[in-house]
Structure formats: C-alpha cells, structure tokens
C-alpha cells in the first residue's frame, strides 16, 4: 500500500494531478451499447441525449472477432461527437485477455480526453487496480492529457467481493463499483443461469401448523444479491466513492427490473446498467427521488433549522440523525435536477 503522503501522486512524470473527490456527477443509468454492432453505433449519439453516462463496451457481449472493430468504433464515435454533459465511458477487456493492453493504449493516446471512466472487468484486488493506473498515468503522460481517467471496478469474483474495500480504497482513480452478477455466480458456483434479478428458489416459508407440512405455507422469494449489494455500498462510502447495480438481463421483465433497481437505490446505490433502450427509463426513474420525498426532506430540513434536537412532524420525530438522511436525498435531488429540467420542475410543483 503506498503512504498516505504519496497518494496522490502522479504516478508518472507528465501524468495530471489525480482527483481528491470523486465528482457527483448524474450517472443514474450507464448505458451499454456495442460499438462494433452499426445498428447501435448509428444509435450512440441520440440515445447520449437521454442518458446520463454512455458507455461502448469492449467485454464480453462483443464477439472474439470483433474486438478490434469494437475498438477502432469507439474512437471513431468518440472523435465524431460532442456528447455534451452526458459522460462517455468504455469497459475495455480483461486483465487477462489479449486485447486489454492495446484497448488502453489506443483509448488513452487517442481518445482520452473525451473518456471521463475506465471500467475494469473482474478485478481480483487491490493488485489489478494497481496496474491499471500506472499504465494510466504512463499513457495520460505520453497523450498530453491534463484531466486524470477515473477507473470504475466490476464486482464479479468472489476474490473482488472479499477484497472488496482494498479495491475501493485502491487509487484516487477510484470512481466506482458495480455489482456483476453473472461473473460473480459463476465464480461462486452458484447455480443460477440468469444475469441478475431474483430466483424462485431462493426463498423462506412460513412454519407449518399442526402436521401437515404442505399447505397453507406462505412463502417469500429473497434478494440473492442483497449481502453483495449492501457490502459494495458500505466499502463504496467508506472510500468516498460510488456504487451501482449492475445489468439485469431479461429484458422483457420490466418489472422485475424495476424492483431491482429499486432495491439497489434504496441501499445507496446511485445507478443501475442500461443493457436496451427499455431500460433507460426505468433507471432514470428509481434513480431520481421521488417529488413527494425530496419535499418531505426539504420540510424536515428547513423545520429543523440547525438540524438539532428533535421535533415532531405529522406524528414523526425528526433529530439530528434524520435530518442527515432528508440532507441525502434534498442534496441528490438537487444535483439531478441542475441536468434535468423535466425533474427540476417536477420538484418545484411538489413543493409549492
Ligand atoms: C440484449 C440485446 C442483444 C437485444 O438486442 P436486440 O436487437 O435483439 O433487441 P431489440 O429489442 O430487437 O432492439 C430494438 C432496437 O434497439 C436497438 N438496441 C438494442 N439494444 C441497444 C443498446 N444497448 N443501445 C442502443 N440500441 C440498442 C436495436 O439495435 C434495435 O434497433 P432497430 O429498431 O433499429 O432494429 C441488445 O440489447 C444488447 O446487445 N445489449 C447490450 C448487451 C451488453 O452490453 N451486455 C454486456 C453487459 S452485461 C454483462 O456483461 C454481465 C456482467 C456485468 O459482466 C456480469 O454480470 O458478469
Ligand atoms: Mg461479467
């Protein structure tokens, strides 16, 4: 682990300062699209304006054969469009696969100052991290850049869940992490064959009355990605970093994708994946506190004054304590609402 004093170092002569606070940006829904596939790279530039981060993959959903393409695609998008506000990020390959060294060396020379995050697949540990931003700093240093990379990590090992907090305290580049369940169910052996989302199988039952053991059991399907999601949140806001949920693969199911997302924002996290356009409203949706809460916050803190003691609203007591928690969502709304007009006005019609 390096000294504290030499944290924020660059770690290569010519590289930038690294960041002290990872910027609060919107990133409600990050949304994955191949830029190897015409159909959707033809789709990049409109789909940018309705999401918060767009984000070319370069992993696994793009075909062995057209890694190259997929590469040489993002440049290109990158280099044709302003996406404005919108954040652009890539998912470049495994640390392990053949492709990785020359997806960072080809992104950063030639398109690093348009990329604001780099998401690593499948880290392991602190290790992975530690490679990944030296040769970020060595390549920002050959490109000129004057704005550091942020490196976003996938948590899909079972040896990244373990060493979940080391990764999120691994770099200043630290911006993120989100859950990669399908990896992750694979690496745990466990015996789902989905991308995310619940199993009926994995569930409680009420006791039985009396012998019979069959009828009259209620019984209550589970979170199987509740003690992932809630450990990323807590080694994510120890380290001042953010934390998401990742895909939710059936697609068709926006139901189901809703609860998820849902689970995971009431959590903490701050986002959720976009894998197809249907998706996109449902994260801006969960993401985006509701009207009715942010004026509930916004009534506490302003009947709370200098947010001590304690005092009784509509038959709640309200303290210090909760005053932090309607301080949460007052602040996140507002930092939304700063980009989303149609979100601003709903806020200001619940207040009134
Ligand atoms: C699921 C698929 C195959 C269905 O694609 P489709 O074409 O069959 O679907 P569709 O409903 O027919 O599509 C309707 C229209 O939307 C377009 N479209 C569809 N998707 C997108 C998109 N994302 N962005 C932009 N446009 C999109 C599509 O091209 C089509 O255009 P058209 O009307 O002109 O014909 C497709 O949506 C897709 O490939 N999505 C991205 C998948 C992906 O990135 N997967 C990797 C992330 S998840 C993961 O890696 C796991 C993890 C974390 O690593 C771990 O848990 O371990
Ligand atoms: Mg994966």
Redesign the pocket.
Known sequence: MRSPKDFFAPLAVGAPEPVRQIPALPSRMI????PS?E??AA??PE?AKKVDVLLG?L???VKAERKEAARTGLVEIAKANDFGSTQLWTRVNSLDSPWVLDDLITLVTEIGDKLDVIMV?KVEGAQDIHYVDRLLAQLEARAGLSKPLLVHA?L?TASGVANVEEIAGASPRMQGI?L?????AASRRMKTTR??GGHPGYLVRTDPVGEDLTTGRTTYQQDLWHYTVARMVDACAMHGILPYY??F?D?RDVVGCEDQFRNAFLLGCVGA??????QIDIAKRVFSPSPEDVAWARRVIAEMGDGTGAVMIDGKMQDDASVKQCRVVAELADALAASDPELAEAYREAQS
């Not at 949304?31 to 191949?34: L, N, R, T, V």
């Not at 990669?180 to 992750?184: I, N």
């Open positions: 949304h994955f699209f191949d596939n159909k959707m789709k990049a789909i993959n992993e696994d959903a697949p996938i899909e989100s990669g369940p399908a990896d992750l991308v995310g990742g895909p693969g697609i994946w976009s894998l197809h356009p249907a």
